[in-house]
Protein backbone atom coordinates (compact mmCIF):
# COMPACT_ATOMS: atom_id res chain seq x y z
CA UNK A 1 0.00 0.00 0.00
CA UNK A 2 1.01 3.46 -1.07
CA UNK A 3 1.92 5.93 2.13
CA UNK A 4 -0.57 8.37 0.54
CA UNK A 5 -3.61 5.96 0.59
CA UNK A 6 -2.80 4.34 4.14
CA UNK A 7 -2.89 8.31 5.63
CA UNK A 8 -5.91 8.67 4.37
CA UNK A 9 -7.02 5.81 6.57
CA UNK A 10 -5.20 7.41 9.31
CA UNK A 11 -6.86 10.21 9.17
CA UNK A 12 -10.26 8.96 8.67
CA UNK A 13 -9.50 6.49 11.96
CA UNK A 14 -6.36 8.08 14.34
CA UNK A 15 -7.00 9.80 17.13
CA UNK A 16 -5.58 13.87 17.54
CA UNK A 17 -4.16 13.86 20.81
CA UNK A 18 -0.85 15.83 22.49
CA UNK A 19 1.58 17.73 20.68
CA UNK A 20 3.72 17.69 17.39
CA UNK A 21 7.00 18.36 19.42
CA UNK A 22 8.79 15.92 21.21
CA UNK A 23 12.44 15.82 23.37
CA UNK A 24 15.55 13.34 22.56
CA UNK A 25 16.08 10.89 19.85
CA UNK A 26 13.90 8.28 17.99
CA UNK A 27 10.24 9.38 16.93
CA UNK A 28 8.80 13.01 17.85
CA UNK A 29 5.60 12.64 16.55
CA UNK A 30 3.40 9.65 15.37
CA UNK A 31 0.35 8.97 13.49
CA UNK A 32 -1.76 5.61 13.76
CA UNK A 33 -4.05 3.56 12.99
CA UNK A 34 -4.16 -0.44 13.28
CA UNK A 35 -0.54 -1.50 11.83
CA UNK A 36 0.08 1.67 9.98
CA UNK A 37 1.74 4.38 11.43
CA UNK A 38 4.10 7.53 10.33
CA UNK A 39 6.57 8.66 12.32
CA UNK A 40 8.28 12.20 12.01
CA UNK A 41 11.86 12.20 13.03
CA UNK A 42 13.79 15.08 14.28
CA UNK A 43 16.91 13.57 12.50
CA UNK A 44 17.56 14.80 8.53
CA UNK A 45 17.94 11.33 7.55
CA UNK A 46 18.41 11.53 3.57
CA UNK A 47 16.82 14.34 3.95
CA UNK A 48 18.48 18.20 2.32
CA UNK A 49 17.96 21.21 3.18
CA UNK A 50 15.21 22.00 6.18
CA UNK A 51 13.80 18.33 5.71
CA UNK A 52 13.51 15.83 8.14
CA UNK A 53 13.28 12.31 8.15
CA UNK A 54 9.69 10.95 8.13
CA UNK A 55 8.99 6.74 8.10
CA UNK A 56 6.18 4.84 6.93
CA UNK A 57 5.84 1.68 8.71
CA UNK A 58 2.90 -0.95 8.21
CA UNK A 59 3.67 -4.47 8.79
CA UNK A 60 6.90 -5.39 6.61
CA UNK A 61 6.65 -2.57 4.95
CA UNK A 62 8.91 0.30 5.38
CA UNK A 63 8.82 3.90 3.26
CA UNK A 64 11.14 6.38 4.06
CA UNK A 65 10.76 10.15 3.18
CA UNK A 66 10.92 13.65 4.15
CA UNK A 67 8.96 16.33 6.20
CA UNK A 68 8.48 19.89 7.02
CA UNK A 69 6.34 21.98 8.59
CA UNK A 70 3.94 24.04 6.53
CA UNK A 71 1.50 26.27 8.57
CA UNK A 72 -1.05 23.95 10.13
CA UNK A 73 0.22 21.01 7.79
CA UNK A 74 2.85 18.79 7.56
CA UNK A 75 4.07 17.85 4.05
CA UNK A 76 6.27 14.65 3.64
CA UNK A 77 7.51 13.60 -0.01
CA UNK A 78 8.14 9.52 0.21
CA UNK A 79 11.08 8.33 -1.23
CA UNK A 80 8.95 5.82 -3.45
CA UNK A 81 7.73 8.98 -5.36
CA UNK A 82 4.26 9.55 -3.98
CA UNK A 83 3.42 12.66 -1.36
CA UNK A 84 1.12 13.44 1.63
CA UNK A 85 -0.04 16.27 3.08
CA UNK A 86 -1.02 16.23 6.60
CA UNK A 87 -2.67 18.30 8.94
CA UNK A 88 -0.19 18.76 12.40
CA UNK A 89 -3.27 18.34 14.39
CA UNK A 90 -3.39 15.11 13.26
CA UNK A 91 -0.26 13.67 15.08
CA UNK A 92 0.84 13.05 18.62
CA UNK A 93 3.51 12.73 20.56
CA UNK A 94 4.83 8.53 20.75
CA UNK A 95 4.55 6.95 24.33
CA UNK A 96 7.34 6.19 25.82
CA UNK A 97 7.47 2.79 26.93
Same mark, same amino acid.
Given at each position: ?? !? $??????? @???? $????????????????????? &??? *???? *? !?????? *?? =???????????? !???? @?? &??? $???? &??????? $????? =????? !? *???
Amino acid at each position: MR !P $SAALFGL @LLVG $SVSGSAVGEGLGPIAEVQAGD &ARV *ELHR *E !PGPCVG *EA =RWALYLQDKIRV !PGCW @LL &AGD $SVQI &AWLDGSA $SVVPV =RAFRK !P *EIL
